[in-house]
């Protein structure tokens, strides 16, 4: 391991770090100047292949290109975990299985023996250096993302995932530039395995339909609850957890459950294309039950252990926004604070942040609200740009250009009207959420909207319903938030006096959806939650407008959310990806930069049905 002596501050040439994160899923890159965040983008953002691993060339270019920046005088390269301690848990666990794990030991040999174990080499061979990359353990990369850029100068660090190298969870503190992680829970114990056990059973893609299982729970009742703790998980009062290994597969074999783990819920996992049933509702809410009393029991434990008064986290589960609401809610800290991008692209962020911080020794600025800049850090879409002009001409579009306040005017204008507002506009989204650059808006008070955007736009039939965004002076007034939401990584109810009765006996699913359970039915859930984003002046002031505008004609600062994509495709990056969408979908309006697209003076669609079935195509349905 190197370590690149750092520089001064004040020296004319600030201190530049690269992040990466790459081959498990989820590759991204990040890039910092003497700590603050310059760019960051996951990888499939560019490539169009959701959630890709490989090596995220096209986002370092990008951090690159926007840093104006050569890779060979970047300070430091760091990558976001140990490939030497990854390998030892690998063979170690081939060890205690064998020969049963023989399979998938020998596939994922090759890789690591020619690739991945050098991957300090590796990193240099891929980008054409010859400088020495840095490591940082994958919790520890975890932890840094949440911690570093918080608005906290001290706090309690959580990090929750399926797992790193053997952590799948540690805690510690964080206080000005220093990270202290002081316990951990380690491989094979890990609660992310054990939701992603559920999700595989349930029918889902692991590591991508956990949300859907998620958003399954509030239709079923937690009846298997019971049965989870007493077989497949022992969960100490501290939070610590011990997986009954009986009855799971992912240790040494291709999946992750087994034959006794089948027969404990009555059965083979769902298969991908078949019905969901109240048995996968069911166990969907009973997993959620588990995970909230879990992430729960730790947060209490690190708060006693701490006395610390606020919490950062990060890992995959801290985007389970059912468990963090809860513990926002129901929790012995005061303020939560999650790293928008909480999954392992994350953990390009984090290295970058730890090597500065906490291996150079550099002091942190503490920023308000915080120093992710509302997590707008990836690809910009300018207002105006000859080069945008030219290619969006090249694929027929007709637009009008309007400056920013009757843009604002005119998109609110078009919600209320029952319209659906496709808006690609400034710097990306980083992390999986979309906060109001890459995002499709229409009318929270609309009782088709729900359909309509499922059906019509995204595609897919959809457990989960929309998000809500709400001005950050009002979210208290529709949704009991605790605290704000700006990433969209919190779960509130929507207030008493906002619901409406809904009867619905007899009705099942999705169908239980489509009655109106509050003011806003396109974004209030079977049991009255809603994934609420608050939207500040500070981190969004061109939406915030939006909304204030939207207010101003309807009373209420409340509209839908969704992310600006496809079913299966990657959430838009470029303003190509964001006319291709708008005109293979049914959106009736296209924002981009400062033009305005209206769906009938679009005179020469570029995609005929059959483009429009190959584009979709490109992307996995399933
Ligand atoms: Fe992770």
Redesign the pocket.
């Known amino acids: 391991m190197s370590i690149t002596e750092p520089k001064h501050n004040g020296s004319p040439t600030p201190t530049r770090i690269l992040g990466i994160s790459a081959y498990y899923h989820d590759s991204a890159a990040a890039l910092i100047e003497d700590g603050r965040i310059v760019a960051a983008a996951q990888e499939d953002r560019f490539t169009r292949i959701k959630a890709d691993s490989s090596f995220p060339h096209h986002a370092i270019s990008f951090c690159l290109e926007t840093g104006n920046v050569d890779e060979n005088d970047l300070d430091a390269i760091v990558f976001y975990e140990s490939p030497l301690v990854k390998f030892e848990r690998l063979v170690t666990s081939y060890h205690q299985t064998a020969p049963n794990g023989l399979r998938s030991f020998l596939k994922a040999m090759p890789v690591w023996l020619t690739n991945r174990l050098w991957m300090e080499s590796e990193i240099a061979k891929e980008m054409g250096i010859t400088k020495k990359v840095n490591i940082c353990d994958?919790?520890l990369s975890?932890a840094a993302s949440a911690f570093f850029p918080s608005p906290y100068e001290r706090a309690a660090i959580l990090?929750i995932?399926?797992?790193?190298e053997w952590s799948t969870a540690t805690w510690g503190v964080g206080h000005g530039n220093t990270i202290d992680l002081m316990e951990e829970i380690r491989f094979p114990n890990s609660v992310g395995l054990l939701y992603s056990a559920i999700t595989y059973y349930t029918g889902f893609k692991i590591n991508s339909g956990e949300y859907k299982v998620m958003g399954l729970a509030p239709y079923g009742e937690p009846k298997y609850a019971d049965t989870i703790r007493k077989h497949l998980i022992h969960i100490n009062d501290d939070g610590s957890i011990v997986l009954n290994q009986h009855y799971f597969n992912y240790v040494g074999g291709l999946h992750m459950t087994n034959e006794r783990f089948h027969a404990l819920f009555g059965g083979p996992p769902r298969v991908p294309e078949d019905q969901i049933t109240q048995k996968e509702m069911d166990l969907a809410a009973s997993v959620q039950v588990v995970v909230n009393e879990i992430v729960m029991k730790m947060a209490q434990h690190v708060h006693d252990q701490t006395g610390e008064t606020n919490i950062v986290l990060a890992?995959?589960v801290a985007l389970n926004v059912v468990s963090t609401g809860h513990l926002s809610t129901h929790g012995p800290f005061e303020n939560v604070w999650i790293q928008p991008a909480a999954?392992?692209a994350g953990?390009a962020l984090g290295a970058a942040l730890w090597m500065w911080h906490q291996r150079m020794g550099n002091p942190r600025t503490i920023e308000s609200p915080d120093s992710m800049q509302g997590s707008f850090l990836g690809l910009n879409i300018p207002p105006a740009s000859d080069i945008d002009d030219a290619m969006l001409k090249r694929l027929g579009g007709s637009w009008e250009i309007l400056e920013e306040d009757r843009l604002q005017k005119r998109i609110a204008s078009s919600i209320i009207e029952g319209k659906v507002v496709g808006l690609a506009r400034g710097r990306a989204e980083w992390g999986p959420r979309a906060l109001g650059a890459r995002s499709i808006l229409g009318d929270a008070r609309s009782t088709k909207m729900q359909t309509h955007m499922n059906l019509k736009i995204k595609f897919r039939e959809s457990f989960r319903p929309f998000a809500p965004m709400a001005r950050a002076e009002e979210a208290r007034e529709y949704f009991d938030i605790e605290q704000e939401s700006p990433y969209m990584l919190l779960c509130y109810p929507v207030t008493e006096s906002r619901r409406m009765e809904a009867p619905d006996d007899g009705l099942f699913g999705i169908d239980k959806l489509k009655v109106p359970r509050s003011e806003m039915p396109a974004v209030t859930h079977v049991d009255y939650s809603a994934r609420v984003q608050t939207v500040d002046h500070v981190r969004n002031p061109f939406v915030h407008s939006v909304l204030t505008e939207v207010k101003s004609l309807t009373d209420c600062p409340v509209i839908v959310n969704t992310s600006f994509n496809v079913r299966g495709e990657p959430i838009v990056n470029s303003a190509e990806d964001a006319y291709r969408c708008f005109m293979a979908t049914e959106m009736d309006c296209l924002v981009v930069g400062n033009r305005f697209f209206e769906r009938d003076k679009q005179t020469d669609r570029p995609m005929s049905d059959e483009d429009r079935q190959e584009w979709l195509r490109r992307f996995d349905l399933d």
């Open positions: 994958h919790h975890h990090t995932d399926g797992v790193g890992g995959g999954g392992d953990g």
